[in-house]
């Protein structure tokens, strides 16, 4: 029996149990990935990576059946290392229910569906339940060939409080794994989603038209017919709305002020409204032609601040509305981050009032100079949109 990776092993499952007991206690754990849990995930991956190249897989019979668990829980824990979870899952010896819980994890982080339901998360409606399980009515069977009990779909939740907005959560979750390196579904099918979920995945993502290029640092979610008084759908559709009802993926551009076109990205299944408006975002080719419509004393930061201004860069016009932006085929091109970033911040959207004032589907990367500045809604004497609220701010 190697003792040496015996002993390290315990210390570092202790080290994991102890932190992740002190965190719960205050009710940090469940706010977000807590740095401090995140560094010992890091620590413990690192190390167990170095014992692998050197030791290969700690079994039972080469460091104890205690450390033989420890190795498990430090590789389950080992979220922010997707070569670790997928090289243990390939390579390693162990119980096949530990194998199976594996798998599902990396399907979960991966956004597919799992086989044997062990992991939950929380639900639309703040209930936690299993994630999303391929052929759910044949689970159980599977459970039974690996040797897990039927599946409960009403677990214990350990203490942990249901998020505020569980969608919210969700695309805190989605875009923390994309930046960790888990492989993400296409645009496709992330703009498939509910757009509260879907529009922060589009920070950092690039768009391109009329030969200029733009990294997206703002964005706002607006929702369709009947759920979101803020966005110009609510009250259905209309000649000018008709491409907010789909299919996801496509322009959205509509005229404001009688001065200026905003930007957005259509989303949710085809038949259901609901679209991202482009706010604001950082020049990252075409700087000239960017320059040349926006005026010349215009500086870097302020090419694209703001969607009218977006907009105007891009030289996107009423003519672009209705088309295709994932497949190049269309005067707009948007693609995945060449850069994911690691989270966002969240709060109310720009200038609407009346019901819809506090939804907070403004999404924006901290530390950006390019977002732009929030105005709470101001009434004011102009020509309202279907919705009711002032219209250049919302799609």
Not at 71 to 89: C, F, K, S, Y
Not at 143 to 157: K, N, Q, S
Not at 246 to 272: E, K, S
């Given at each position: 029996?190697?003792q040496?990776?015996r002993?390290?092993?315990?210390?570092?499952?202790?080290?994991?149990?102890?932190?992740?007991?002190?965190l719960?206690?205050?009710?940090?754990?469940?706010?977000?990935?807590h740095?401090?849990?995140?560094?010992v995930?890091?620590?413990?991956a690192?190390?167990?990576?170095?014992?692998?190249?050197?030791?290969?897989?700690?079994?039972?019979?080469?460091?104890?059946?205690?450390?033989?668990?420890?190795?498990w829980?430090?590789?389950?824990?080992?979220?922010?290392d997707?070569?670790?979870?997928?090289?243990v899952?390939?390579?390693a010896?162990?119980?096949?229910?530990?194998?199976?819980?594996?798998?599902?994890?990396?399907?979960?982080?991966?956004?597919?569906?799992?086989?044997?339901?062990?992991?939950?998360?929380?639900?639309?409606?703040?209930?936690?339940?299993?994630?999303t399980?391929?052929?759910?009515?044949?689970?159980?069977?599977?459970r039974?060939?690996?040797?897990?009990?039927?599946?409960?779909?009403?677990?214990?939740?350990d203490?942990e409080?249901?998020?505020?907005?569980?969608?919210?959560?969700?695309?805190?979750?989605?875009?923390?794994?994309?930046?960790?390196?888990?492989?993400?579904?296409?645009l496709?099918?992330?703009?498939?989603?509910?757009?509260?979920?879907?529009?922060?995945?589009?920070?950092?993502?690039?768009?391109?038209?009329?030969?200029?290029?733009?990294?997206?640092?703002?964005?706002?979610?607006?929702?369709?017919?009947?759920?979101?008084?803020?966005?110009?759908?609510?009250?259905?559709?209309?000649?000018?709305?008709?491409?907010?009802?789909?299919?996801?993926?496509?322009?959205?551009?509509?005229?404001?002020?009688?001065?200026?076109?905003?930007?957005?990205?259509?989303?949710?299944?085809?038949?259901?409204?609901?679209?991202?408006?482009?706010?604001?975002?950082?020049?990252?080719?075409?700087?000239?032609?960017?320059?040349?419509?926006r005026?010349?004393?215009?500086?870097?930061?302020?090419?694209?601040?703001?969607?009218?201004?977006?907009?105007q860069?891009?030289?996107?016009?009423?003519?672009?509305?209705?088309?295709?932006?994932?497949?190049?085929t269309?005067?707009?091109?948007?693609r995945?981050?060449?850069?994911?970033?690691?989270?966002?911040?969240?709060?109310?959207?720009?200038?609407?009032g009346?019901?819809?004032a506090?939804?907070?589907?403004?999404?924006?990367?901290?530390?950006?100079?390019?977002?732009s500045?929030?105005?709470?809604?101001?009434?004011?004497?102009?020509?309202?949109?279907?919705?009711?609220?002032?219209?250049?701010?919302?799609?």
């Amino acid at each position: 029996m190697n003792q040496t990776v015996r002993a390290e092993l315990l210390t570092m499952a202790a080290e994991d149990d102890h932190v992740r007991t002190e965190l719960a206690a205050d009710g940090s754990l469940y706010d977000g990935y807590h740095p401090r849990m995140a560094a010992v995930h890091h620590a413990n991956a690192e190390r167990l990576t170095a014992i692998l190249d050197e030791h290969g897989w700690p079994t039972a019979a080469t460091v104890g059946t205690q450390a033989h668990d420890a190795a498990w829980i430090i590789t389950q824990h080992a979220i922010a290392d997707p070569a670790l979870q997928h090289r243990v899952l390939t390579t390693a010896d162990g119980p096949p229910a530990r194998l199976a819980t594996l798998a599902d994890r990396i399907a979960y982080f991966e956004a597919r569906p799992q086989t044997y339901g062990t992991q939950f998360d929380w639900n639309d409606d703040g209930e936690l339940r299993p994630w999303t399980i391929d052929d759910p009515a044949h689970v159980d069977e599977r459970r039974a060939t690996v040797g897990l009990p039927p599946l409960d779909p009403h677990p214990e939740t350990d203490g942990e409080p249901p998020p505020g907005d569980p969608r919210i959560r969700r695309a805190h979750a989605r875009v923390w794994a994309r930046s960790a390196g888990w492989r993400t579904p296409p645009l496709t099918e992330i703009l498939e989603d509910h757009v509260s979920v879907a529009a922060p995945q589009l920070l950092g993502c690039e768009i391109t038209a009329n030969g200029v290029t733009i990294r997206i640092t703002e964005v706002e979610a607006y929702a369709g017919q009947g759920e979101d008084p803020g966005s110009h759908s609510h009250r259905g559709r209309t000649p000018r709305t008709a491409p907010m009802f789909g299919p996801p993926g496509h322009t959205y551009v509509y005229f404001t002020y009688g001065m200026h076109w905003c930007l957005n990205i259509t989303c949710a299944p085809d038949g259901r409204a609901s679209g991202t408006l482009i706010r604001a975002g950082e020049v990252i080719a075409g700087h000239d032609l960017a320059r040349r419509r926006r005026g010349p004393k215009v500086s870097d930061r302020d090419l694209a601040r703001g969607p009218a201004r977006l907009a105007q860069a891009l030289a996107v016009t009423g003519d672009d509305t209705g088309k295709p932006a994932l497949d190049g085929t269309g005067p707009v091109h948007l693609r995945p981050p060449a850069h994911p970033p690691a989270d966002f911040a969240n709060g109310p959207r720009t200038g609407i009032g009346g019901e819809a004032a506090t939804t907070p589907w403004r999404f924006w990367l901290p530390g950006e100079p390019t977002v732009s500045p929030y105005r709470p809604h101001s009434p004011r004497n102009r020509s309202r949109t279907p919705g009711g609220h002032k219209p250049e701010s919302r799609a």
